[in-house]
């Protein structure tokens, strides 16, 4: 009896070992670097790295992100909430407005009997659609990991003189 629980209790810790080990080809790497909006630090922002699928490997692992502080900064996490840092490989990287931000006054809409709608706040977001909602923008986070992940930004304000 003793040995056929000692038998089990091998193959269960055998079989965590294995499964322990399938995550090593999702290892972490420590980054982390800072947002800027218009040359200046974006103290809003939610930056999201998505590590992105390969022909060898379909299920490239979990992503991560971060909030940045009042300096742009940020530290990336696993979205998990467990780890820090990011899965080592390229990365589809988003970044967007923590909350978005309230711009001005909608003027409202016509309906079909000639009514307006009243008007509303129209919320946009300062970051602009291509790093966000359009991004195709990569970073590849190397195995030692990097503090140089750096994101400069140009709003459609912030490109016009």
Same mark, same amino acid.
């Given at each position: 009896?003793?040995?056929?629980?000692? @038998?089990?209790?091998?193959?269960?810790?055998?079989?965590?070992?294995?499964?322990?080990?399938?995550?090593?080809?999702?290892?972490?790497?420590?980054?982390?670097?800072?947002?800027?909006?218009?040359?200046?630090?974006?103290?809003? @922002?939610?930056?999201?790295?998505?590590?992105?699928?390969?022909?060898?490997?379909?299920?490239?692992?979990?992503?991560?992100?971060?909030?940045?502080?009042?300096?742009?900064?940020?530290?990336?996490?696993?979205?998990?909430?467990?780890?820090?840092?990011?899965?080592?490989?390229?990365?589809?990287?988003?970044?967007?407005?923590?909350?978005?931000?309230?711009?001005?006054?909608?003027?409202?809409?016509?309906?079909?009997?000639?009514?307006?709608?009243?008007?509303?706040?129209?919320?946009?977001?300062?970051?602009?659609?291509?790093?966000?909602?359009?991004?195709? #923008?990569?970073?590849?986070?190397?195995?030692?990991?990097?503090? #140089?992940?750096?994101?400069?930004?140009?709003? @459609?304000?912030?490109?016009? #003189?």
């Amino acid at each position: 009896m003793k040995s056929a629980r000692l @038998a089990a209790a091998s193959f269960l810790v055998a079989g965590l070992l294995g499964i322990a080990g399938c995550g090593g080809s999702h290892r972490l790497a420590p980054v982390s670097g800072v947002v800027t909006l218009d040359g200046k630090p974006y103290d809003n @922002a939610v930056v999201v790295f998505q590590p992105v699928a390969s022909k060898g490997n379909i299920n490239p692992g979990l992503g991560s992100s971060a909030h940045t502080d009042r300096n742009g900064r940020f530290v990336l996490k696993s979205m998990d909430g467990k780890n820090n840092g990011a899965i080592i490989g390229k990365h589809m990287v988003r970044i967007s407005t923590r909350g978005n931000d309230v711009v001005g006054e909608d003027l409202g809409t016509g309906s079909p009997d000639g009514v307006l709608a009243a008007p509303s706040k129209k919320i946009v977001n300062a970051i602009p659609p291509e790093w966000n909602s359009e991004s195709n #923008k990569e970073f590849e986070v190397p195995a030692g990991g990097t503090d #140089k992940a750096n994101f400069d930004i140009i709003s @459609a304000k912030g490109g016009k #003189k």
